[in-house]
Every structure is written in structure tokens, then in C-alpha cells.
T-cell receptor, first 113, second 113 residues
């Protein structure tokens, strides 16, 4: 069974601080997606990383896919209260098959003003 | 990207009853899935809704408890049957096409008393 270990599970920081969320597995994924979910809403896709070693930036968010496509990280610079939410990583286990989407347990981020 | 409408958004039901959740996509999609999410936690795949054939269930989920319909490429239903308090959760519909990332509805928050 493929698993995605996501850490930390909870993170409470002050506005302006930096943070990194990690997503690790012993398995290889064809791609990895990061979602953010706010209370009462469904997960919203932030980014998909496909190539080993790939780095993608979305404003203050930097996503990296490990060279071996087994792990990924999300780094947020100068966090703001609007970044508060549940961050989920999800790995695509099969090639060309979104049906094999495996989710990490999520990181609940709280950014205090 | 597909827009997914899910209803009801929330419901409170008595044990022993059944609830049917509807998922409508604004465009034709090849794949539709149903997930369960405990509040503040990650997503667990219940089943893949297959158009014109029986749904494919994940381990721990059975058709008698979670019957699913998918009459066409834009619509699916999930029924939670003979409910117990343990079924209290958020149920999410997602959809996608080909290798595109999944998009999610806003979920149905179910409370069973």
C-alpha cells in the first residue's frame, strides 16, 4: 500500500514567518498535487509537479518535487492570515490515472496576525 | 476547469435512514469519484463512479452501504444507507478528465444522530 507521510500535522505561526510542509513516501509517484482547503469548502488545487527536481512558484508559495519523485515540499514565505487552511498533498500512483490519487493526512496551518 | 455542484451542503439525519447526495458537473468528465473526509482530516476514497456500469469500491466500502449511480458524464449520486453516527463525516465529489488534476465540490457535511 502506498502511503504519503505529511508533516507537520499542525502548525501555528505568526504573520510574517516562513514555513515548510513536507510530504514523503517510499513509493514513486508519476506526479504530485498540492491542495488547500478552507472550512466548509472542498480542496482547491494549488499546483501539480510532474518532473523530478521540479520547482514551481506561486507568489509566496514554492513547491518542490524530489529528484526521485518520492517526496515534495511546500514552502511559504512571509505567511499571512489568508494562508490559514488545511494543506493536502496527493500523489498520483499510476501513470495517466487520476483515479489512484493518494492523499497525505494534511497540515492544518494557522497564521495569526 | 470543471465546476462541481454538490447538494445538499449539509444535513442532519436520524440513524437508520438513508441520504442521497448529488453531484453535478458543468461539463462532461471521464472520471468522477466520491471521498469521505473526517473534519480537519484527509480524504479517503470511497469509490470511482463509472458511467453506465457499477461503481468500483475501495477496500472497506461496499455497494450495499454506499450505492452510487452515474447515469451520464456530468452527474452522479452517492447514497449513505442505514446510517449510524459513525457515518457522520464530510462527503466530497470530485471529477476530472484524462490526466488533468481533480476538482472537488464543496462537500456535504453529514451529521447522524
Amino acid at each position: 500500500t502506498q502511503l504519503l507521510e505529511q508533516s507537520p500535522q499542525f502548525l501555528s505561526i505568526q504573520e510574517g514567518e516562513n514555513l515548510t510542509v513536507y510530504c514523503n513516501s517510499s513509493s514513486v509517484f508519476s506526479s504530485l498535487q498540492w491542495y488547500r482547503q478552507e472550512p466548509g469548502e472542498g480542496p482547491v488545487l494549488l499546483v501539480t509537479v510532474v518532473t523530478g527536481g521540479e520547482v514551481k512558484k506561486l507568489k509566496r508559495l514554492t513547491f518542490q518535487f524530489g529528484d526521485a519523485r518520492k517526496d515534495s515540499s511546500l514552502h511559504i514565505t512571509a505567511a499571512q492570515p489568508g494562508d490559514t487552511g488545511l494543506y493536502l498533498c496527493a500523489g498520483v500512483a499510476g501513470w495517466g490515472s487520476q483515479g489512484n490519487l493518494i492523499f497525505g493526512k494534511g497540515t492544518k496551518l494557522s497564521v495569526k496576525p | 476547469s470543471a465546476v462541481i455542484s454538490q447538494k445538499p451542503s449539509r444535513d442532519i439525519c436520524q440513524r437508520g435512514t438513508s441520504l442521497t447526495i448529488q453531484c453535478q458537473v458543468d461539463s462532461q468528465v471521464t472520471m468522477m469519484f466520491w471521498y469521505r473526509q473526517q473534519p480537519g482530516q484527509s480524504l479517503t476514497l470511497i469509490a470511482t463512479a463509472n458511467q453506465g456500469s457499477e461503481a468500483t469500491y475501495e477496500s472497506g466500502f461496499v455497494i450495499d452501504k454506499f450505492p452510487i449511480s452515474r447515469p451520464n458524464l456530468t452527474f452522479s449520486t452517492l447514497t449513505v444507507s442505514n446510517m449510524s453516527p459513525e457515518d457522520s463525516s464530510i462527503y466530497l465529489c470530485s471529477a476530472g478528465t484524462g490526466n488533468s488534476p481533480l476538482h472537488f465540490g464543496n462537500g456535504t457535511r453529514l451529521t447522524v444522530t
